[in-house]
C-alpha cells in the first residue's frame, strides 16, 4: 500500500479527530468512512431519479436546472 502526505490547515485536522469512532482510528479511515456515506447525490443519480418521475408537461432547460438544486 502506497501512503501520501496531504497538508491540512489545523482547524481540518481537529474537525477529523472529533470524527474518529476511536482514538486508534486513521484519518484516512475516518475520511473513508465520511466519503461512503456522503448523502449528496451525484448530478447523473439526480437525472435518474428525475427520470422516474411521471411528468405532466414538458420542463424548460432552467425548470430542470432549478429542480436539479432543489434536491441537492
Do not use: N, W
Not at 502526505?5 to 468512512?33: A, C, F, G, M
Not at 465520511?34 to 428525475?50: H, K, Q, T, Y
Not at 427520470?51 to 438544486?69: C, F, G, L, P, W
Amino acid at each position: 500500500m502506497k501512503l501520501t502526505t496531504i497538508q491540512l490547515k489545523e482547524e481540518t485536522r481537529k474537525q477529523l479527530e472529533v470524527k474518529k469512532l476511536h482514538p486508534r482510528e486513521s484519518y484516512d479511515e475516518v475520511i473513508h468512512r465520511m466519503l461512503e456515506s456522503e448523502s449528496i447525490p451525484s448530478l447523473e443519480e439526480v437525472f435518474r431519479m428525475g427520470d422516474k418521475i411521471r411528468q405532466k408537461r414538458v420542463y424548460t432547460t432552467a425548470e430542470v436546472v432549478a429542480m436539479t438544486h432543489q434536491l441537492r
